[in-house]
């Protein structure tokens, strides 16, 4: 009897195991955040295809490695939330036409008496565009402005679904608009702007800054105020980021995520691909358009499997090809989120090796030796 029980619990057990909880993951995922694009019953059909769900559970159990960073997130809490840190910057102040709010993080020599005014670092925090903050970045911004010596600011931007990207592009745009209205208030200089972006937010920088060198009027800023801030961006560091929409939509499908991800539906669907990525648009541009590109610098970790590592490879590529500045640094061993949360604490296993890149192309943007 005993013998029996055992055999017949086996089983059960194995397929509770093997069934059972990727159908209950998979299954609550797409409850959660999307369906796939189906009618009727055929959505459900496609939702539990196996080679869908055994990708989907894959893709969502990667999520627990996330709980490693728990020590960073009590970290950035309670210094956050500590008063006495107020002095290294300026929390919650408005800006855009949204009212959104940036938080602005002091270089450590702007106290030193006469100081020179230091170039700005615009911060464009990443999370699918769906999701993040500026706050989880503060120990980020501290340590960049130390790092670069530099005036760090991290904006918040309306992500989905309270806006779409051209919304989020806005913001940015925006942001950038306020630095050049208050660099003599916070002494920082105007006119030596660097963005730095990860993930999505390495997207939405270049996209920016691309949409400004095109003048869109979908930006609702004055043309001749676009033509300024370009010129005062110096460069652009991507760590990570996505600038092919339709080839990562093809990432997506082959992670079965791509129905739950918020991508698609903050592009307002797939037919908006083109449109927002860069690659599509800088084969739109003339001659002059492309001599007013600024540099970029691609940062990616080759153990990234959420963005893969071709995604920058074959933007480099096609920067060298239309003769626009551009500098690859391939990081070993790093996947994507290392690759920002190590740039949060000194004691992070990569902080060295992504900040000395980091580091390496500001100077060249800046155009001055960075005493770091």
Same mark, same amino acid.
């Given at each position: 009897?005993?013998?029996?029980?055992?055999?017949?619990?086996?089983?059960?057990?194995?397929?509770?195991?093997?069934?059972?909880? =990727?159908?209950?993951?998979?299954?609550?995922?797409?409850?959660? +955040?999307?369906?796939? *694009?189906?009618?009727?019953?055929?959505? +459900?059909?496609?939702?539990?295809?196996?080679?869908?769900?055994?990708? /989907?559970?894959?893709?969502?159990?990667?999520?627990?490695?996330?709980?490693?960073?728990?020590?960073?997130?009590?970290?950035?809490?309670?210094?956050?939330?500590?008063?006495?840190? %107020?002095?290294?910057?300026?929390?919650?102040?408005?800006?855009?036409?949204?009212? *959104?709010?940036?938080?602005?993080?002091?270089?450590?020599?702007?106290?030193?008496?006469?100081?020179?005014?230091?170039?700005?670092?615009?911060?464009?925090?990443?999370?699918?565009?769906?999701?993040?903050?500026?706050?989880?970045?503060?120990?980020?911004?501290?340590?960049?402005?130390?790092?670069?010596?530099?005036?760090?600011?991290?904006?918040?931007?309306?992500? +989905?679904?309270?806006? *779409?990207?051209?919304?989020?592009?806005?913001?940015?745009?925006?942001?950038?608009?306020?630095?050049?209205?208050?660099?003599?208030?916070?002494?920082?200089?105007?006119?030596?702007?660097?963005?730095?972006?990860?993930?999505?937010?390495?997207?939405?920088?270049?996209?920016?800054?691309?949409?400004?060198?095109?003048?869109?009027?979908?930006?609702?800023?004055?043309?001749?105020?676009?033509?300024?801030?370009?010129?005062?961006?110096?460069?652009?560091?991507?760590?990570?980021?996505?600038?092919?929409?339709?080839? %990562?939509?093809? %990432?997506?499908?082959?992670?079965?995520?791509?129905?739950?991800?918020?991508?698609?539906?903050?592009?307002?669907?797939?037919?908006?691909?083109?449109?927002?990525?860069?690659?599509?648009?800088?084969?739109?541009?003339?001659?002059?358009?492309?001599?007013?590109?600024? =540099?970029?610098? /691609?940062?990616?970790?080759?153990?990234?499997?959420?963005? =893969?590592?071709?995604?920058?490879?074959?933007?480099?590529?096609?920067?060298?090809?239309?003769?626009?500045?551009?500098?690859?640094?391939?990081?070993?061993?790093?996947?994507?989120?290392?690759?920002?949360?190590?740039?949060?604490?000194?004691?992070?296993?990569?902080?060295?090796?992504?900040?000395?890149?980091?580091?390496?192309?500001?100077?060249?943007?800046?155009?001055?030796?960075? %005493?770091?």
């Amino acid at each position: 009897m005993i013998g029996l029980k055992y055999n017949v619990s086996l089983p059960m057990a194995a397929g509770a195991l093997l069934v059972g909880i =990727p159908y209950s993951i998979s299954l609550v995922a797409q409850w959660m +955040y999307g369906w796939p *694009n189906k009618p009727g019953y055929k959505k +459900y059909i496609e939702a539990l295809k196996p080679r869908r769900i055994y990708c /989907l559970t894959r893709a969502v159990l990667e999520m627990l490695k996330y709980f490693q960073y728990g020590k960073l997130y009590f970290q950035w809490k309670s210094w956050y939330k500590n008063v006495e840190n %107020h002095k290294h910057y300026e929390k919650g102040i408005a800006f855009g036409r949204r009212s *959104n709010r940036l938080d602005l993080y002091y270089s450590p020599t702007v106290a030193q008496p006469g100081s020179e005014q230091v170039p700005v670092v615009v911060f464009i925090y990443g999370g699918g565009w769906g999701s993040g903050e500026r706050s989880i970045y503060c120990l980020l911004a501290m340590q960049m402005a130390k790092e670069l010596s530099a005036t760090v600011i991290c904006p918040d931007y309306c992500t +989905y679904p309270k806006g *779409n990207v051209l919304s989020m592009v806005q913001d940015i745009a925006d942001c950038l608009v306020w630095a050049r209205e208050n660099g003599h208030k916070f002494k920082f200089d105007k006119d030596n702007i660097v963005l730095i972006g990860h993930s999505a937010g390495a997207h939405l920088a270049a996209l920016t800054v691309l949409f400004m060198v095109e003048g869109r009027d979908e930006l609702f800023i004055d043309a001749k105020k676009q033509t300024e801030i370009t010129m005062a961006i110096r460069g652009v560091t991507g760590l990570s980021g996505v600038y092919n929409i339709i080839d %990562h939509y093809e %990432h997506e499908q082959m992670r079965a995520v791509e129905y739950v991800s918020t991508m698609h539906k903050a592009m307002n669907g797939v037919e908006n691909f083109p449109y927002y990525s860069p690659t599509h648009l800088l084969k739109e541009f003339s001659e002059e358009q492309l001599k007013r590109v600024p =540099p970029f610098c /691609l940062l990616h970790g080759t153990s990234d499997i959420i963005v =893969p590592v071709a995604s920058s490879q074959r933007f480099s590529e096609q920067l060298t090809l239309l003769s626009i500045k551009v500098s690859l640094y391939l990081m070993p061993k790093m996947d994507h989120t290392e690759i920002v949360t190590d740039l949060m604490a000194t004691d992070r296993h990569f902080y060295n090796t992504v900040y000395s890149c980091i580091k390496q192309e500001y100077s060249k943007f800046i155009g001055q030796v960075c %005493h770091c």
